[in-house]
């Protein structure tokens, strides 16, 4: 029987009059990698947090690492004991160089004031060269792609002497070929007996990538499973309590072009692409990293004016050179992005969802009418069924699927002809990518076109009528989305 390093035994945690854990029993062995799953809400950044020592256990909860008890958890404890956490934000200092980065954690152990170079690049280097990866030592880390830093922070753990390293969402924002590289470098660390908690919504990549995977639900256990033998179809119902089943949208059978796109070019981003969308037809757009997906759809949004070819909005031709410029033409644009690009997070429901709308809730006087405001805002959570405790209440204490209902709200108050969602569940949960889906078939079928940039081949096939594939900036190829399986759209895609 494979050793224990960590086991952890009627873990509860309180917060006021929630019960954020209830009970929950979790244990991982040497070496092994450990998916922990769950809705939004499920507990599990609360058990991550008792873990690293950020938070402490009810009375009646024991954790045991090595099998010996640890009675005060705390983090420097956790980082003592060779727990080390990987946030979604990656923690990284981007004007520092990856040896900088990777080298901070011992440079902060023995109390030295002065980082020496070569030493510091030397260190860098071994701990690559231990899960046979290559990065620049030199290099700025605002300079590294997401999946490149994603490696800095392993790195940065490795050398912080990890035994276990916890990755929250590490995938949430990789292609599938970075998400392949990340996978080879957890059997990287599972080879030196370094176990790994991954925490993901992706469940494909969770029973990929998995030994054993821990369900939990409404803050309890619902139990541990091996990986081998869970289905998608099983995992989701795991989670959630619900079957979750989709039928594939037939070819679009309608032949009112709502958007046409002919010869359009931008240099170094893509090239002669020719698109059509019907009234209500739903267009998914798929490719690799750096195919030139994100660079076209903002040309639609006149974030990144073309260089040539033409753009058609109901047959009228429309040379859209700035956002303001695609909104009069009726295009909306979901960015990818909702954090950073889609909401301003400390401001509250209500005062996001009309961003794009001020100028209609005027008052007579030309100032905002509070009454205008909270009809329109009403109108979308109940269109939307926003779940949130008030309008009031700031976007950034809102779940991942409500905090993208608003978004898709703001954009809906414009009344868009078309509405380009660009990796719409990126980070959502099950649930949550469930209800997503229901709004984008809700709005198709209520006339509007829809085009959507996916990785996941299962969106694009169950969640559209016609799927386009674009490789370095060009179209390779169309397809009705029903007639393809996931295993032939990943083949076209990688260009097999």
């Not at 030493?119 to 880390?141: F, N, Q, W, Y």
């Not at 995992?235 to 059978?253: I, N, R, V």
């Not at 794009?356 to 005027?362: D, E, F, H, S």
């Amino acid at each position: 029987m494979a050793e224990k390093l960590l086991e952890m035994r009627n873990i509860s945690k309180r917060f006021g009059g929630v019960l954020a854990l209830d009970s929950v029993d979790f244990e991982i062995e040497r070496g092994e990698i450990h998916c922990l799953v769950g809705e939004n809400g499920s507990g599990k950044s609360t058990l991550i947090k008792i873990i690293s020592g950020i938070h402490s256990p009810d009375p009646g909860g024991e954790i045991y690492v090595d099998g010996r008890r640890i009675s005060h958890q705390k983090s420097s404890n956790s980082v003592r004991e060779g727990i080390q956490v990987i946030y979604q934000d990656l923690s990284l200092f981007p004007n520092l160089t990856v040896a900088e980065n990777i080298a901070i954690s011992s440079r902060v152990e023995t109390g030295s004031r002065l980082m020496k170079w070569k030493v510091t690049e030397e260190e860098a280097m071994k701990t690559m060269d231990k899960i046979g990866v290559s990065l620049d030592p030199r290099r700025e880390v605002s300079e590294l792609s997401i999946a490149e830093r994603q490696v800095v922070a392993i790195c940065r753990a490795i050398n912080a002497k990890a035994r276990l390293v916890i990755m929250d969402e590490p995938t949430a924002s990789l292609s599938k070929k970075e998400v392949q590289s990340l996978i080879r470098v957890i059997n990287e660390l599972q080879n030196r007996e370094i176990s790994t908690i991954f925490v993901s919504h992706k469940l494909d990549e969770i029973m990929e990538v998995a030994q054993r995977v821990t369900v939990l639900r409404d803050g309890k256990k619902v139990g541990a499973f091996d990986a081998s033998e869970l289905t998608r179809q099983r995992l989701s119902f795991l989670m959630t309590g619900k079957e979750f089943e989709y039928s594939k949208l037939s070819p679009y059978p309608g032949d009112e072009v709502i958007l046409e796109v002919r010869k359009l070019s931008r240099r170094n981003n893509y090239k002669e692409i020719d698109l059509k969308v019907h009234k209500g037809e739903i267009v998914s757009i798929t490719g690799l990293m750096g195919s030139g997906r994100t660079e076209f759809v903002l040309s639609l949004f006149g974030m990144n004016p073309p260089d040539d070819g033409e753009i058609f909005v109901e047959g009228k031709r429309i040379t859209p050179r700035s956002a303001v410029a695609a909104m009069r033409a009726g295009i909306a644009y979901v960015p990818e992005d909702r954090l950073l690009h889609g909401l301003v997070m400390e401001q509250p429901v209500s005062k996001n969802i009309v961003l794009t709308v001020l100028k209609r809730i005027l008052s007579r006087i030309r100032l905002l009418s509070k009454v205008k405001e909270r009809t329109e805002v009403r109108r979308w959570i109940d269109e939307l069924s926003i779940k949130i405790p008030s309008v009031d209440s700031p976007v950034n204490t809102l779940s991942g699927g409500n905090q993208q209902r608003v978004v898709i709200a703001k954009w809906l108050a414009i009344n868009p002809k078309v509405l380009i969602l660009d990796s719409p569940t990126v980070g959502i949960d099950v649930a949550a990518k469930d209800s997503i889906y229901k709004i984008i078939r809700e709005l198709a079928s209520e006339g509007i076109s829809i085009i959507m940039i996916t990785d996941e081949a299962e969106e694009a096939i169950y969640h559209s009528n016609t799927t386009y594939i674009m490789s370095s900036g060009r179209i390779i190829g169309k397809y009705n989305s029903s007639e393809l399986t996931e295993k032939e759209l990943y083949e076209k895609i990688n260009g097999q």
